[in-house]
């Protein structure tokens, strides 16, 4: 089924441990996103990235980076975790803003999330 | 920045009541706005959305959503629920150049009892 998919889906880290989330959409979307879930805080964004070779900060960048080196991966990598990195992480895609067939389509396809949880 | 307002945390109610969920964003410029639903353990699922034209949006499982310009709000409701609608509900509004970012309120758990 199209759609975004990530891996893994569960994860336990030693604090100081690196890894990398890997999130894939069959879509042919230009924008993609890594977003943390919180308790009580909603989803806060991450890093994103609006085509192939690019990437931007997000509200919350600190202790993560990310590569879009394909257009239908971006991955998500922590260097050295840390227990306020504990969290569930989803990515999600979209179709640039635009008018007309990309307005109509416009939104945001979410994977099922990565939970993360580091001791 | 934008941002978003959730006003409840959470919202009881019992099965076959109508609910409201309410929801407001910072800015008055041309915004994008989304309600999504997250069922336990799950990712998030699109409910609606709007993007222009009418401001009163209809979306899956008989949710449907006003859109105010003047009081910047877009509240979500039904007019009977299941016990089945029980889920974390997230308004989110688009923010950025090209409307390229989404930003989520904290979220409303509607509990529906029987």
């Known amino acids: 089924n199209a759609g975004v998919t990530q891996t893994p889906k569960f994860r336990v880290l030693k604090t100081g441990q690196s890894m990398t989330l890997l999130c894939a959409q069959d879509?042919?979307?230009?924008?993609m996103y890594w977003y943390r879930q919180d308790p009580g805080m909603g989803l806060r964004l991450i890093h994103y990235?609006?085509?192939?070779?690019?990437?931007a900060k997000g509200e919350v960048p600190d202790g993560y980076n990310v590569s879009r080196l394909k257009k239908q991966n971006f991955l998500l990598g922590l260097e050295s975790a840390a227990p306020s990195q504990t969290s569930v992480y989803f990515c999600?895609?979209?179709?640039?803003f635009g008018t007309g067939a990309f307005l109509r389509d416009y939104g945001y396809t979410f994977g099922s999330g990565t939970r993360l949880t580091v001791v | 920045a934008q941002s978003v307002t959730q006003l409840d945390s959470q919202v009881p109610v019992f099965e076959e009541a109508p609910v409201e969920l309410r929801c407001n964003y910072s800015?008055?410029?041309?915004?994008?706005l989304f309600w999504y639903v997250q069922y336990p353990n799950q990712g998030l699922q699109l409910l609606l959305k709007y993007l222009s034209g009418s401001t009163l949006v209809k979306g899956i499982n008989g949710f449907e959503a006003e859109f105010n310009k003047s009081q910047t709000s877009f509240h979500l409701r039904k007019p009977s629920v299941h016990i089945s609608d029980t889920a974390e509900y997230f308004c989110?509004?688009?923010?950025?150049?090209?409307?390229?970012?989404?930003?989520f309120g904290a979220g409303t758990i509607l509990r529906v009892k029987s």
């Open positions: 879509m042919n979307h230009e924008y």
């Open positions: 989110a509004v688009t923010e950025g150049e090209y409307g390229n970012k989404l930003v």
């Open positions: 800015s008055s410029v041309s915004v994008y």
């Open positions: 999600a895609s979209s179709f640039p």
């Open positions: 990235s609006v085509g192939e070779g690019t990437t």
